[in-house]
T-cell receptor, first 112, second 115 residues
Framework: KNQVEQSPQSLIILEGKNCTLQCNYTVSPFSNLRWYKQDTGRGPVSLTIMTFSENTKSNGRYTATLDADTKQSSLHITASQLSDSASYICVVSPGGYNKLIFGAGTRLAVHP | GAGVSQSPSNKVTEKGKDVELRCDPISGHTALYWYRQRLGQGLEFLIYFQGNSAPDKSGLPSDRFSAERTGESVSTLTIQRTQQEDSAVYLC?????????????FGPGTRLTVL
């Protein structure tokens, strides 16, 4: 069964600190993996996308890594800001036209 | 340069009533998706429209759920005889033709509460 598991379920960090969110998937075949940020009451917004041949992709203070062999990805947030407080969702595409598999997300709270 | 819009933003209804949710995709986007997001859970795929092709309805949870789309414009998701388990945020997304990896642009969602 195609699944995407994220950990931790929730996380609290202090402003300025770094953190790493994890994503494990069992989706096959594999086309690409995205990380989305979802602010409370808003729709998800794409942060990064990686295909199986890419190991790392950065977007400002966000850096995503992908190990297609172990089927693991991580999202590292550097020098966190209060505005980083949101849910971070790992999404895997098995290819084809578009039926994405969504993780349940990690809820991050950045405190001053 | 408007994004995906959805209406209403919030809907409270009584069990057994019908509701209709609306999605306006980004102009020029040929693909449109509906998802359901229950509290604390991941997005569940409901239905997919692509141009004039027959929609993929494989994610609809029951025959109480239906969706329509006129051409490549507005879509409505209808839930008949609502039940408390239907309470969730309903998200709509659209995608442009071609492009990399099926990038989907999401609307803000409609929060449905069934009392």
């Amino acid at each position: 069964k195609n699944q995407v598991e994220q950990s931790p379920q929730s996380l609290i960090i202090l402003e300025g600190k770094n953190c790493t969110l994890q994503c494990n998937y069992t989706v096959s075949p594999f086309s690409n993996l995205r990380w989305y940020k979802q602010d409370t009451g808003r729709g998800p917004v794409s942060l990064t996308i990686m295909t199986f041949s890419e190991n790392t992709k950065s977007n400002g203070r966000y850096t995503a890594t992908l190990d297609a062999d172990t089927k693991q990805s991580s999202l590292h947030i550097t020098a966190s800001q209060l505005s980083d407080s949101a849910s971070y969702i790992c999404v895997v595409s098995p290819g084809g036209y578009n039926k994405l598999i969504f993780g349940a997300g990690t809820r991050l709270a950045v405190h001053p | 340069g408007a994004g995906v819009s959805q209406s209403p933003s919030n809907k409270v209804t009584e069990k057994g009533k019908d509701v209709e949710l609306r999605c306006d995709p980004i102009s020029g986007h040929t693909a449109l998706y509906w998802y359901r997001q229950r509290l604390g859970q991941g997005l569940e795929f409901l239905i997919y429209f692509q141009g004039n092709s027959a929609p993929d309805k494989s994610g609809l949870p029951s025959d109480r759920f239906s969706a329509e789309r006129t051409g490549e414009s507005v879509s409505t998701l209808t839930i008949q005889r609502t039940q408390q388990e239907d309470s969730a945020v309903y998200l709509c997304a659209s995608s442009p033709p071609g492009g990399l990896g099926n990038e989907q642009f999401f609307g803000p969602g409609t929060r449905l509460t069934v009392l």
